[in-house]
């Protein structure tokens, strides 16, 4: 096992070297009927194959790039090779919008202003574009995000607050932010219970005032498809509908 300064230093030079991979997640519409047939939106997920430890989870490699400052370019570079992908798939007749993880620690202006020049440099619609922020963001950091956000959603993206329900966030924390989108986490979702119910209907009626779109991530089994069908949440995502998967299995959902 690979010390964690040694990864570190690997993570770097997979970095420097183009040496990331991604991933992509389907998500399928919840409000037109049964989820089949194509994705509406693919989230596009980092993977990091390491030469001795093998593939090493985001859930590993994230908080070490985020402590190495080299979070911000990792988002970047996922960002980019997402848009290189559905710019392919909208050429050859797919449209399908995508979405991307942003750390807190990063969105700022020179962050916003280097996202809308890659759109414009790859030549994607930011109306396809969603950026998910992945935690929610400390007092310290909130002053810099709500402008780089402001700037983001004027040039026509969509905001997404990642994982609601696992953290500490409320929804009135969220409806103080300039967001669009709020991903319901997957411990709501599996949740059967009245009180879990009631957090997401709650949401959802906000949301639905507000003019935002509420996706539930984390459907595993075919009861939580119908509880957040019944909900009112607007897209699902999860290992029932699709694990997340390469290119050409991606491409295969068009085919179904
Ligand atoms: P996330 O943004 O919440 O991404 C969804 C995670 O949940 C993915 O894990 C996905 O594989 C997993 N997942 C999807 N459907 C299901 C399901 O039905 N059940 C269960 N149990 N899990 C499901 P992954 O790819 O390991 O990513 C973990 C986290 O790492 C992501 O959570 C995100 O916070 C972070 N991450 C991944 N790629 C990036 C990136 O490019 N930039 C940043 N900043 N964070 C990233
Ligand atoms: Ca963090
Ligand atoms: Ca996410
Ligand atoms: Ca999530």
Redesign the pocket.
């Known amino acids: 096992m690979t010390t964690s300064e040694t990864l570190v230093q690997d993570l770097r030079e997979a970095v420097s070297s183009g040496g990331l991979t991604v991933v992509y997640?389907p998500q399928f519409a919840l409000d037109t009927g049964a989820p089949d047939g194509a994705p509406v939106a693919v989230?596009?997920?980092?993977r990091w194959t390491h030469e001795v430890d093998g593939e090493v989870?985001?859930?590993t490699f994230?908080p070490l790039a985020e402590d190495a400052l080299l979070?911000e370019e990792?988002?970047l570079q996922?960002l980019e090779q997402g848009l290189e992908q559905i710019l392919e798939w909208q050429r050859t007749g797919r449209a399908v919008e995508l979405a991307?993880?942003?750390?807190p620690s990063h969105i700022t202006l020179d962050y916003a202003e280097a996202v809308i020049a890659r759109l414009a440099v790859i030549g994607i619609d930011p109306a396809f574009v969603t950026i998910?922020i992945?935690e929610t963001p400390t007092p310290q950091l909130l002053p810099d995000m709500r402008g780089a956000l402001a700037r983001l959603r004027a040039a026509g993206l969509t905001i997404a607050i990642?994982?609601f329900g696992a953290g500490d966030t409320t929804i009135d924390m969220v409806e103080s932010l300039p967001i669009d989108e709020v991903k319901i986490d997957?411990s709501l979702t599996q949740r059967a219970d009245a009180a879990a119910d009631a957090i997401v209907t709650d949401v959802v009626a906000r949301s639905n005032s507000q003019g935002w779109r509420v996706v539930a991530?984390?459907?595993?089994t075919p009861e939580d498809l119908a509880r957040s069908i019944a909900r009112g949440c607007h897209r699902g995502?999860?290992?029932?509908l699709g694990?997340?998967m390469g290119v050409a299995e991606i491409e295969d959902l068009w085919l179904r």
């Open positions: 997640q989230e596009v997920l980092c989870p985001p859930s994230i979070v990792i988002d996922v991307a993880n942003a750390s998910e992945t990642d994982d997957r991530e984390g459907i595993e995502q999860g290992y029932l694990k997340p």
